[in-house]
Structure formats: C-alpha cells, structure tokens
C-alpha cells in the first residue's frame, strides 16, 4: 500500500515556473513506476509524465515535452514534476500515481493502470 500526497501547486503567470512535489509513504515506492496526471475542468484525466522506478527512464506527453521534468529520490521517496515556461492551457488538478507493478518499466499512459493516487494540487496559470 503507497500512499501519496502532492504539494507544491498554487497561481503563476504564463511563461512562469513551478515545481510539485509528491511524498509518498510505504517500503515499496522505489520498486514503482511513477507518473503525473492532471485534470482540467469538464476533461478527462490526462497524463503527463511517468518515471521508471529505477528513475532511468522517463516518458513524457507530447504537449508538455521539453518543458516539464519528471525525476524521483528513492531514498526520500518523492517524485517530482519541474514545471517551465507554462502555459494557459496547462491550467488544471495535477495528480501523482504509483504504477503498482513492480519493476515495469514499459511505458502507460493509461490511468486505469495505476493503482495509487495522491489527491490533487491545483496549478493555475494566468495569461
């Protein structure tokens, strides 16, 4: 059992910066694949980014790629989203998960697939 809680988020301006940051607790997040998701209002749940357990190898969505950077510290266990250059559009709930499959690296975009969930940070971006 893993369970997650985000910090991090709040209001900035477009073009600005931010960092979220998800704690987790239980002896085997470092065996978890992790990843970010967010939800804007009246949209589905989207994926964003996902970091293998080992951290070595990361998978990004293609509208936030080169701009957001996914990495992990297993002995804090966290994980991290650093956020650039944002963007109107990236305006919404951002969520981390754990995959609970341990030690798969393949890349999931699918939320269904993830078995944890932290509960929300709201991240605003302001034109």
């Known amino acids: 059992q893993v369970q997650l809680v985000e910090s991090g988020g709040g209001l900035v301006q477009a073009g600005g910066s931010l960092s979220l940051s998800c704690a987790a607790s239980?002896?085997?997040?470092?065996?978890?694949?992790m990843a970010w998701f967010r939800q804007a209002p009246g949209k589905e749940r989207e994926f964003v980014a996902r970091?293998?357990?080992?951290?070595?190898?990361?998978y990004y969505a293609e509208s936030i790629k080169g701009r957001f950077t996914i990495s992990r510290d297993n002995a804090k266990n966290t994980v991290s989203l650093q956020m650039k250059s944002l963007k109107p559009e990236d305006t919404a709930v951002y969520y981390c998960?754990?995959?609970?499959?341990?030690?798969?690296?393949?890349?999931?975009?699918?939320?269904?697939?993830?078995?944890?969930w932290g509960q929300g940070t709201q991240v605003t971006v302001s034109s």
């Open positions: 239980g002896r085997l997040f470092s065996s978890y694949a």
């Open positions: 970091i293998a357990w080992s951290g070595s190898i990361t």
């Open positions: 998960a754990a995959d609970g499959r341990r030690y798969y690296n393949s890349p999931d975009d699918r939320a269904a697939d993830y078995d944890y």
